[in-house]
């Protein structure tokens, strides 16, 4: 059984939007993409990480909703998304995931 995990954290200086593709990697458990400078929404394209279980994307210019998606992601344990753009409402569909430990938004 491989891990996988993809750690681009602290100053990578990641810019632009999160690529969609990245929701192809079905088989990553950990994303780390923290304290660098993507933009834009989160893309739905999220939700075929199906075996991500820690996203840190906080200290980004991400903006927009969270995406409801998020709720399909049902290994997911904790969600760092705090600093940056985003607005709205926690979408219900959070709720579904009955593993979340953590939800850090502000």
């Given at each position: 059984y491989m891990r996988f995990y993809l750690w681009l954290e602290d100053s990578n200086e990641l810019t632009g939007p999160i690529p969609e593709e990245w929701g192809g990697m079905k088989d990553l458990e950990q994303l780390f993409v923290n304290g660098n400078q993507l933009s834009g929404e989160i893309p739905i394209t999220i939700r075929g990480m199906e075996s991500l279980h820690y996203l840190r994307a906080n200290d980004n210019q991400l903006s927009g909703e969270l995406p409801s998606d998020i709720?399909?992601?049902?290994?997911?344990?904790?969600?760092?998304?705090?600093?940056?753009?985003?607005?709205?409402?926690?979408?219900?569909q959070l709720g579904e995931l009955s593993k979340l430990k953590l939800l850090h938004l502000d």
């Open positions: 709720g399909k992601m049902l290994k997911m344990e904790y969600i760092y998304l705090e600093d940056n753009d985003i607005q709205g409402s926690v979408p219900s």
